[in-house]
């Protein structure tokens, strides 16, 4: 597991580990490697342009504020501008700059102006780091409506925005790439900053032994989903791996209830029983799976999928009760939703474990406010009252235990935002549940797997349609299971 640390918890591991160092140390290792990464980037932006290759010859705009992040920005222009690169460095708050870096970046060549170039082969974003306040300073938002650079490139975290949230309260810059500096933080994952961030480029600057065990956002990995992932030995078979009840779809809306199967055969368990009016085309598309006209009729099942598309009438919500009344964990998704924020009693003699899979208008239906931005806390206080895990579904996918962990999806893309994928999505989650994960992990797999397919699906057309993601689920699996075994054995 790899995760997302608070300001704070960053701010007193540098504290430990400056303690250790000769002064300056660490901040010459963090500008080492953002010099290093942008010096990377110049070379393949310009690699096309035989006239002016690499580092040499490119222009270079640092925007520096007054604190240490500005300081990091102008010690790694000072290393580029010992390289050939053309740096003019604008100091946006007053003149106020960090004295030695500043300093040093004259004696390599690089110049501190009042104004830059109006074209930049690179923008060094060295405004505000971890400490600073959400929003720009006004001298910055002018520079960034003026410049015009190929790349931006954030210094740890992108200025103005929220770095302990993820919120984007203010002006903000938008970065082609972060450079972060021994850790993720929680913008870096979480809500519109996260948008904002780009490509994530972490550098190892020796904090990892003195971050707090347990990081503000939790971030999966592939060695993770491969450590929770349940491989069926020589003495398993269809039920031990796993039975995964899916009661969705309807008259009006048969393709939900073939798009659930469809994930739930993506996943481990061994058997799909579907329950359900659209069972005539649930068969066509998928002859494995057992079909019954309702949940009673279903027989043995180790989870639920109750919502996609079955309506909110009163059959549908005596089918949610019959889902709800078994000892099974469920996954609720879609109409089930609506359902229980119109019906909240039915979830309240509930013991079994419950995942909520809202996007934000389904969100306030439950909840009865909106998301806020800090969806990481949104997404936790209503795991907390509905004793649920709830994943709050959007461009970067927050999971939130009970006990109010929080876990940030790192895989999502826009070309999941199509219909019918969250069916795909909620099916595959259940097939893990009845796996034997638990409801969490069930849910951070999903949403990680899903993302990868979305990725792989993309790759190959040029719409995506929820049935695409579908089809690219196993291959996403085992994609995913393949690179950590054989991560593992090196």
């Known amino acids: 597991m790899d995760g997302a640390w608070s300001a704070a918890a960053v701010r007193r591991a540098e504290a430990q580990l400056m303690a250790k160092l000769p002064p300056g140390t660490l901040m010459q290792r963090a500008a080492a490697g953002l010099a290093a990464e942008c010096a990377s980037i110049l070379k393949a932006r310009r690699a096309t342009r035989t006239d002016r290759a690499g580092v040499y010859g490119a222009t270079v705009t640092v925007l520096a504020g007054p604190g240490d992040n500005g300081g990091d920005a102008l010690f790694a222009a000072a290393r580029l501008a010992r390289r050939g690169a053309r740096v003019f460095a604008v100091p946006v708050m007053g003149e106020r700059v960090h004295p030695v870096a500043a300093a040093a970046l004259t004696r390599a060549g690089g110049r501190l102006v009042a104004q830059s170039p109006k074209h930049c082969d690179l923008l060094l974003d060295g405004v505000l780091g971890i400490g600073g306040r959400p929003g720009l300073p006004g001298r910055a938002i002018d520079q960034l409506a003026w410049i015009d650079a190929d790349t931006i490139v954030a210094v740890d975290v992108p ?21 972060a500096f021994g850790s993720r933080k929680p913008c ?54 796993g039975v995964v009840g899916v009661a969705a779809g309807s008259e009006r809306y048969p393709g939900a209830a073939v798009l659930a199967t469809s994930g739930a055969l993506a ?29 009673k009729e279903a027989g043995r099942v180790q989870a639920w999928l109750a919502g996609p598309g079955f309506g909110t009438d009163e059959a549908a919500l005596g089918e949610l009760r019959s889902a709800l009344v078994s000892p099974a964990p469920v996954v609720l998704d879609a109409d089930a939703l609506t359902l229980i924020g119109e019906f909240p009693s039915v979830l309240s003699q509930r013991e079994a474990p419950v995942i909520l899979t809202p996007h934000d208008r389904e969100y306030e239906r439950l909840y009865g406010s909106p ?16 004793n649920c895990t709830v994943l709050l579904k959007g461009h970067h996918t927050v999971v939130a235990g009970s006990d109010g962990a ?85």
Not at 373 to 386: P, T
Request: proline share 6%.
């Open 159 to 179: 200025s103005g925005v929220d770095v302990d949230t993820g919120a984007v309260p203010a002006s903000a810059v938008t970065a082609d790439v972060t450079v």
């Open 188 to 241: 870096h994952v979480l809500g519109r900053a996260a948008l904002l961030t780009g490509r994530l480029v972490l550098i190892d600057i020796g904090l990892g032994p003195h971050l707090d065990p347990h990081p503000a956002v939790r971030v999966a990995s592939e060695s993770d989903l491969a450590a929770w992932w349940h491989r069926p030995g020589p003495d398993d078979d269809k039920y031990t791996r």
């Open 267 to 295: 996943g481990p368990a061994g058997y799909v029983r579907y329950a359900g009016t659209a069972a005539d085309y649930v068969r066509r598309a998928h002859p494995e799976v057992v079909c019954t006209p309702t949940v």
């Open 371 to 386: 998301p806020s931005e800090d969806r990481g806390a949104a997404a936790a206080a209503l795991a907390k009252r509905l």
């Open 406 to 490: 929080v876990w940030a999806n790192p895989t999502g893309r826009p070309q999941l935002a199509t219909a019918g994928s969250g069916d795909v999505l909620a099916g595959f989650m259940a097939s893990l549940l009845a796996s034997g994960m638990d409801a969490v992990r069930a849910a951070v797999a999903a949403a990680f797997l899903h993302g990868r397919a979305g990725g792989i699906a993309a790759a190959h057309h040029r719409t995506v349609t929820a049935s695409d993601v579908a089809r690219a689920l196993p291959g996403a699996v085992g994609a995913v299971l393949g690179a950590a075994r054989g991560s593992a054995r090196s």
